[in-house]
């Protein structure tokens, strides 16, 4: 658990700059706005931290650039989930896992949701399957953490402001590090 929770904690450390795929904001930025977006919401810390890691397999690949004008789907929601469940568990790696197709399954739910839609977010959308029909609608409401996937989804589509970075870079990660010791130990307790 440790070991995993500094490797994680490294890889926002030394990539966190990069930009994240296809818009003003870097990965770490991203990554706080969402969690900062969860914690304020009165997230669990679970959905919290969900929320921080939701993109961690794009770092985790270590994918270069803006795969999406390459035509490429990263598959980086399936890479994260599969790196943070066992170390905190599904309440944490689901969400992950079903970021993508959350986004599916509110463009065809929300009027609104589609038209806000960042450049990027539009083009990957193709990839990754294009709006939901109504039966895989009602597949996905069956999901278990259903619910939390579409809040996360929501918060991560808002945390892509250029400027919005309160904490210091070392406050963010030190935040970063408590939550994952936080969550990964009360999996175990
Ligand atoms: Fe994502
Ligand atoms: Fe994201």
């Known amino acids: 658990m440790q070991k995993m929770i500094g490797t994680l904690l490294a ?47 794009h770092l985790w690949a270590n994918f270069e650039g803006t795969p999406t004008l390459r035509g490429q789907d990263d598959a980086h929601e399936s890479i994260g989930a599969h790196v943070l469940l066992p170390v905190f568990g599904p309440a944490v790696s689901e969400p992950v896992r079903l ?26 959308l193709q990839l990754q399957g294009g709006p939901m029909g109504p039966q895989a609608c009602a597949a996905f409401e069956e999901e278990p953490f259903f619910a939390d996937a579409v809040k996360l989804r929501v918060w991560d589509d ?25 969550v990964a130990q009360e999996r175990v307790t």
Do not use: I
């Open 158 to 182: 808002l945390g892509n402001k250029s400027s919005w970075f309160e904490d210091t870079r070392h406050d963010a990660l030190d935040h970063l590090m408590q939550l994952m010791h936080r």
């Open 99 to 124: 970021h993508v197709q959350a986004k599916r399954y509110l463009v065809s739910t929300r009027e609104t949701y589609a038209r806000k839609l960042t450049p990027d977010s539009v083009r990957s």
């Open 11 to 57: 890889l926002y450390e030394q990539g966190g700059d990069l930009v994240y795929a296809g818009e003003s904001v870097t990965q770490l930025m991203h990554a706080w706005q969402c969690g900062r977006l969860a914690e304020k919401s009165g997230a669990s810390a679970a959905l919290q931290l969900a929320s921080w890691l939701h993109d961690v397999g």
